[in-house]
């Protein structure tokens, strides 16, 4: 199942700059008083800093694999289920899609605002700009947060979830369709991803699956499933 290779990478980028700006900035309020403190809280604006920096490239990129993997879950079809397909199924599948990116554009919004906090924060109990972007590159710096392991973690758990449910959309009024679970079986692989793959013959029926399976189809073995179900 493809994943957001690119994510972390492009984060990781955007974030080193804005660090970068943060830093020239502290230099020019330590000086401040309260009040001038204050009047800058108002003025400066981390999320336009990195819409500037290029979150919405980033953004754009990732709803384009989103975009592939809904082409890819056609792909699975043949000719005739492609015609039955629904104005309302469509709809659907965007409006998920949409939810996703949503909640990574919430996420950025978050971590700006968290980052604005910290800084003047730490300016108006009195630190030291050297100080306050310790604190800073420590909590929210590259690899942290937006970058973390834990955030691709979930990033890719909810792709791989959006590429399920689209299969199980796209094959809603195919009742008969049988379904193989494909993808790695190593040292890491889940019991239960093990068990389904050993015990599916020659393909279940979604309803098959969810009655009889280990795992579920939407969610497969769990948190950060890595694999899929394709149609037979």
């Given at each position: 199942?493809?994943?957001?290779?690119?994510?972390?990478?492009?984060?990781?980028?955007?974030?080193?700059?804005l660090l970068?700006?943060?830093?020239?900035?502290?230099?020019?309020?330590?000086?401040?008083?309260?009040?001038?403190?204050?009047?800058?809280?108002?003025?400066?604006?981390?999320?336009?800093?990195?819409?500037?920096?290029?979150?919405?490239?980033?953004?754009?990129?990732?709803?384009?694999s989103?975009?592939k993997?809904?082409?890819?879950?056609?792909?699975?079809?043949?000719?005739?289920?492609?015609t039955?397909?629904?104005?309302?199924?469509?709809?659907?599948?965007?409006?998920?899609?949409?939810?996703?990116?949503?909640?990574?554009?919430?996420?950025?919004?978050?971590?700006?605002?968290?980052?604005?906090?910290a800084?003047?924060?730490?300016?108006?109990?009195?630190q030291?700009?050297?100080?306050?972007?310790?604190?800073?590159?420590?909590?929210?710096?590259?690899?942290?947060?937006?970058?973390?392991?834990?955030?691709?973690?979930?990033?890719?758990?909810?792709?791989?979830?959006?590429?399920?449910?689209?299969?199980?959309?796209?094959?809603?009024?195919?009742?008969?369709?049988?379904?193989?679970?494909v993808?790695?079986?190593?040292?890491?692989?889940?019991?239960?991803?093990?068990?389904?793959?050993?015990?599916?013959?020659?393909?279940?029926?979604?309803?098959?699956?969810?009655a009889?399976?280990?795992?579920?189809?939407?969610?497969?073995?769990?948190?950060?499933?890595?694999?899929?179900?394709?149609?037979?």
């Amino acid at each position: 199942m493809a994943e957001l290779d690119f994510y972390q990478k492009d984060m990781e980028k955007i974030q080193k700059k804005l660090l970068s700006k943060i830093e020239k900035v502290l230099a020019g309020l330590e000086v401040l008083d309260d009040a001038g403190l204050a009047q800058a809280f108002q003025q400066i604006d981390f999320v336009d800093d990195l819409t500037k920096l290029g979150f919405p490239a980033l953004l754009k990129k990732v709803k384009g694999s989103y975009d592939k993997q809904v082409v890819k879950s056609f792909d699975l079809l043949t000719a005739a289920q492609r015609t039955k397909q629904t104005v309302t199924a469509v709809t659907a599948i965007e409006i998920l899609s949409i939810l996703d990116l949503t909640t990574i554009s919430s996420g950025v919004t978050r971590y700006a605002n968290e980052l604005k906090t910290a800084m003047f924060r730490g300016l108006l109990t009195g630190q030291s700009s050297a100080n306050i972007m310790a604190g800073i590159t420590e909590t929210y710096g590259v690899g942290k947060v937006l970058s973390s392991k834990q955030q691709v973690a979930l990033l890719n758990d909810s792709f791989a979830r959006f590429a399920r449910t689209t299969t199980a959309k796209l094959f809603e009024d195919v009742p008969e369709q049988k379904f193989e679970y494909v993808g790695p079986n190593d040292e890491v692989t889940r019991d239960v991803c093990v068990a389904t793959l050993e015990m599916q013959g020659e393909g279940m029926t979604i309803a098959e699956i969810e009655a009889e399976a280990p795992v579920s189809f939407a969610d497969g073995g769990g948190f950060n499933c890595r694999h899929e179900w394709i149609p037979v």
